[in-house]
């Protein structure tokens, strides 16, 4: 960052004092000093910098909703990277490259508006290259095995981390977080171990869409039921979700006790490992075998059994757009799905729900775990292939910063942020109704590991479930026809033969955060 002082002659002024002098000189191709004049005149970074601000990039009428001042910091900013970052030392290495980014179309507003900023910032352009979110898999995996993948860095669907890991498509981060010095301590752990870390490979990820599960309530209808809502006593357990359920169900015309995704395929296992996580679901041994059709997946099953006699009708198939729209018309009394479910539903712009909304902890379980579920989401990666990895690496960190992040959460995006100085930032909790609840859940978070076909496996898995659902079969028929797909599926990718893909002792440190601590209540 450059700072002027009277007199005295600034990093910048040399640059450009260098490059007039060469020019009245004519000296052509030399460059005496070793430095990229492609920067010479490009903005002061603390310029660029005091631009990106909740003046600039908070919707105008979030500002007003939450009286938000146009330098209200929603993050530290000492854990902020892009106000860390020595901007001239990128320039000096960086400037004037191209770095090609594949983002699923659905996220590439949010990633189009930083394209400028960061230019100015690093003198390294971003050419974005939007791929349909139906077919950014198969259309990314084509270009990986060409061996010659027409972007540098990506941004996918968490899930696909094992994928793209195990072939060796992505390219370690770790020299360039500790080079750059990235906070990546500051991200949640569970963010870090599977969003970031693959394995023992180490960190082949920036963590991207920070998602969990969550629990959201519409306290105006638990008042009707004789429930005054509060975070921790609404909902003390999910024996008392299957018991208010009906009441919920009769007290306003139109609004349905209960909303939950358990559409055909991963819809309808992100719901069951939601609930089950609670009852204690492991869903591998050491050998990798699975051993999700334990009892903790049956009554985790059976919760669910239970709650859809009472949910919104068309539960069977609901999918996130779905259950999205009908919780934000005001048609579900007690939801469960993801925590932007919560931040969404009080902008009047995008919902009917207003102030009547409260996210609460996870409902407990007799004898069971306190795990909230960190499900789906997504990473940001570099390729292996890139010309310019640490380019690459240079523009995710900046789409992932701490300011950025907070912003996206600030205008209710979907694009969730993983950092716990963001999270734990009062201001920030006061315009984000769940960040409270959402932050104390990811210190005891649960999540599946990023295996090979791992969205696969989540797709059988929840075609069984879906069954059970609409009553084609029992809890524990599905679950143990499942774990025969899901067993088959990882031996074609390598496992059972002696030399596991995967790490295990290296990865099961990700799955449940909670282990060995107490539950907060």
């Not at 949010?110 to 290259?129: N, R, Y």
């Not at 020299?175 to 693959?198: C, M, S, V």
Request: proline content about 5%; charged content about 20%; overall charge negative.
């Amino acid at each position: 960052m450059t700072i002027r002082k009277s007199g005295l002659l600034t990093r910048r002024s040399l640059l450009k004092t260098t490059a007039a002098t060469g020019a009245a000189l004519g000296v052509t191709g030399v460059n005496l000093f070793n430095i990229n004049t492609a920067f010479a005149d490009m903005p002061n970074p603390a310029d660029v910098l005091a631009k990106i601000n909740v003046g600039n990039m908070v919707k105008k009428e979030y500002r007003e909703q939450y009286k938000l001042g146009d330098n209200d910091e929603l993050w530290d900013p000492g854990k902020d990277w892009i106000r860390t970052v020595d901007w001239e030392a990128v320039r000096k290495e960086h400037a004037g490259k191209t770095v090609r980014f594949a983002i699923g179309a659905a996220d590439r507003e949010s990633a189009q508006d930083q394209t400028q900023p960061f230019a100015d910032l690093s003198g390294i352009k971003i050419d974005l290259v939007a791929i349909p979110d139906d077919s950014m898999y198969d259309k990314v995996v084509a270009e990986f095995l060409s061996g010659n993948a027409g972007f540098d860095a990506i941004q996918f669907f968490s899930p696909w981390l094992g994928d793209f890991g195990a072939q060796g498509f992505l390219k370690p981060l770790d020299e360039y977080i500790a080079k750059w010095k990235l906070p990546f301590d500051d991200f949640y752990e569970t963010y870090q171990r599977n969003y970031g870390h693959w394995a023992d490979k180490g960190v082949l990820g920036i963590p991207f869409d920070c998602d969990i599960q969550q629990v959201h309530i519409r306290p105006s209808i638990f008042k009707k039921i004789g429930i005054d809502a509060d975070r921790v006593t609404s909902i003390p357990s999910y024996d008392d979700m299957i018991r208010i359920a009906p009441e919920l169900n009769k007290v306003e015309k139109g609004v349905n006790g209960i909303g939950m995704m358990c559409g055909r395929g991963f819809w309808a296992t992100y719901t069951w490992q939601h609930i089950a996580a609670q009852y204690g679901l492991q869903l591998f041994n050491d050998k990798w075998e699975p051993i999700f059709n334990s009892d903790a997946g049956v009554k985790g099953l059976e919760t669910i059994v239970a709650l859809s006699k009472h949910a919104i009708e068309g539960v069977a198939a609901a999918d996130w757009p779905t259950n999205r729209a009908a919780w934000l018309g005001g048609q579900i009394a007690c939801n469960i799905s993801w925590q932007d479910s919560g931040t969404q539903a009080t902008r009047a712009d995008q919902s009917k729900v207003g102030d009547d909304v409260l996210t609460i902890y996870e409902p407990r379980v007799a004898g069971g775990a306190y795990a909230p579920p960190n499900i789906a989401g997504s990473t940001s990666c570099v390729a292996v292939t890139s010309p310019e990895p640490e380019a690459a690496f240079l523009m995710l960190a900046y789409l992932t910063t701490a300011s950025i992040m907070a912003i996206n959460e600030a205008n209710a995006n979907g694009v969730a942020p993983g950092y716990r100085s963001v999270l734990t930032n009062a201001k920030l909790q006061s315009v984000s109704q769940p960040a409270k609840v959402w932050g104390d859940a990811l210190d005891y978070a649960w999540c599946a590991p990023r295996l090979p076909q791992g969205f696969q496996i989540d797709q059988e898995i929840g075609f069984l479930i879906n069954k059970v659902v609409v009553g084609e079969m029992e809890p524990k028929a599905a679950l143990d026809e499942a774990v025969g797909k899901v067993k088959a599926i990882m031996e074609k990718n390598g496992f059972y033969k002696g030399a596991d893909p995967m790490n295990y002792a290296a990865t099961e440190p990700g799955f449940w955060m909670g282990k060995g601590k107490a539950a907060p209540f």
